[in-house]
């Protein structure tokens, strides 16, 4: 079976007052209907390249790859126009900063709604029904009162499930989820998750799900991909993190603080230079 | 030994919505102090009432034996007590200079010898001197955050409240910042209220911690207790035993 997504050597850089920072330097991967997750360094190049595939590259950055296919879609030749209609519709990224993502001036419901009824023709009650019911699958309590706040008036985990809830009703073949639960107390986390999950599982969406947590990640991913310095430096199974060879993804592993551990001050990283070549 | 920050009865409510609702915590001076708890359970309103940033309808915050006025604080106030916010990207201005950002702090608070201390909070996050003359939508989240500590930081104040400050970074990166604000309180005696999702954060940093949930404290206790499972509340519990990761629940099939 064709991969859903090919993202092969995929270069993204940006020209600054003080030189070239080059923020993705040929990474390469597929992603069928599953799970793939990306960790790695702060900085290491995790939301250019899927702001890349997004096609939300700023437009002064330099992008270049070898292919970059969604579904047979040629993602580098697509016009805008293209590339705006793929993203309403088959294709979604979580951004990091979900609550800078949503219209400050219009209400969290109503971003819903709107964008429920740009997919289906559906009426304004039933919309508003659906719309709360998707803020309740992602276990926001009160989900009426929600429903009319602004993103401002909401917590930083509310605003991360609002975001999800409203790529949730678009129903994408492909999911983007960039630190989707960073914000979240763990038991709402898990839930959330099972809503991605039953995504992949039922509806055989393909998810790429960008963390830093690696135990999250290493429970809830068929693969993992490692990245450090605009690379990818190692690619494993998601069971198989134990056995990680790079040093920076054993290291990782190591500086975690654990309930029950006592370690002050945390062991740190001694980064290699030759891990940025 | 007398607490340096005090916040007693404290009621907080939007429209007719009870934020907070007479939630009390005691913190010692030198302390750091833990809050976890529900997404939306309050702990970001609690730390923002502090800091003076909500509005607070009853109860009241009494910081070094100063009961503070209820929204008005003085300058003293605003570099003495220092809040890293939850979100990076709206507490930094997009389009200022990162020497910019670092600057503002000090320029208002007459702080001498900027140069120094603006080359040296940044090698204190872990970020090289090329980042300084970048624009803030120019970094990526986590490099964001760490703008965000370098600015509370480098007006030395003696009381940071820290909402969620490693959210946003990697393990390694993390550990280096759990690192540098552990000795920055040991060095300069600072207390610390610490928002954080992750009870293996909350239990390294914190002695002693509270539990919230809809608006209220459900539980207090110190961080052994918590990692020896002597919890009372049946919420905390959860959270213990989500900590553990997600746990595929098999397909029922049929
Ligand atoms: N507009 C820009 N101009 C210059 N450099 C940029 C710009 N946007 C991002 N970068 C740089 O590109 C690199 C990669 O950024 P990216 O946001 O992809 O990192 P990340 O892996 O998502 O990190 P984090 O985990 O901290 O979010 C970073 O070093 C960042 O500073
Ligand atoms: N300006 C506001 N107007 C209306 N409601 C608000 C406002 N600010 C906060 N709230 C409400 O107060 C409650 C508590 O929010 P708060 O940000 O303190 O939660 P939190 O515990 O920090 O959650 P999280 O872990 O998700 O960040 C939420 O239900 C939120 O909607
Ligand atoms: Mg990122
Ligand atoms: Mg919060």
Known sequence: MNPLLTVDDLHVSFPTRTGKVDAVRGVSFTLGRERLGIVGESGSGKSQTGRAIMGLTPPHAQISAKTLNFDGIDLMAASAKQKRSLRGNRIAMILQDPKYSLNPVMSIGRQIVETLRTHEKISKSDARDRAIAMLEAVQIRDAGRVFDLHPHEVSGGMGQRAMIAMMLVAGPEMLIADEPTSALDVTVQLEVLSVLDKLVAERGMGLIFISHDLRLVSSFCDRVIVMYAGKIVEELAAGDLANAKHPYTQGLLNCMPTIGSDRHPLPVLDRKPEWAL | ?254
């Open chain 2, 1 to 254: 030994m007398t607490s340096a920050i005090s916040v007693e009865n404290l009621v907080v409510t939007y429209d007719d919505f009870l934020a907070l609702n007479d939630v009390s915590i005691s913190v010692e001076a030198g302390e750091s102090y833990g809050l976890v708890g529900e997404s939306g359970s309050g702990k970001s309103t609690l730390l923002r009432a502090i800091a003076g940033l909500a509005p607070v309808s009853d109860g009241q915050i009494v910081i070094g034996g100063k009961t503070l006025p209820r929204r008005k604080r003085d300058k003293a106030f605003y570099r003495q007590v220092q809040m890293v916010f939850q979100d990076p990207y709206g507490s930094l201005h997009p389009r200022q200079t990162i020497d910019r950002l670092l600057q503002e702090p000090l320029a208002i608070h007459g702080v001498p010898d900027a140069e120094n201390r603006i080359v040296r909070a940044l090698d204190e996050v872990g970020l090289g001197p090329s980042f300084r003359f970048r624009y803030a939508h120019q970094l990526s989240g986590g490099q964001r955050q760490r703008i965000a500590i370098a600015r509370a930081l480098i007006v030395e104040p003696s009381v940071l409240l820290l909402d969620e400050p490693t959210s946003a970074l990697d393990a390694s990166v993390q550990a280096e910042v759990l690192n540098l604000l552990e000795q920055i309180r040991r060095d300069r005696k600072l207390t610390f209220i610490m928002v954080s999702h992750d009870l293996g954060v909350v239990t390294h940093m914190c002695q002693r911690l509270a539990v919230m949930k809809n608006g209220r404290v459900v539980e207090r206790l110190t961080a052994p207790d918590l990692v020896a499972g002597r919890i009372s509340e049946a919420y905390t519990q959860n959270l213990m035993v989500a900590s553990k990761g997600f746990v595929r629940k098999e397909a029922v099939s049929g």
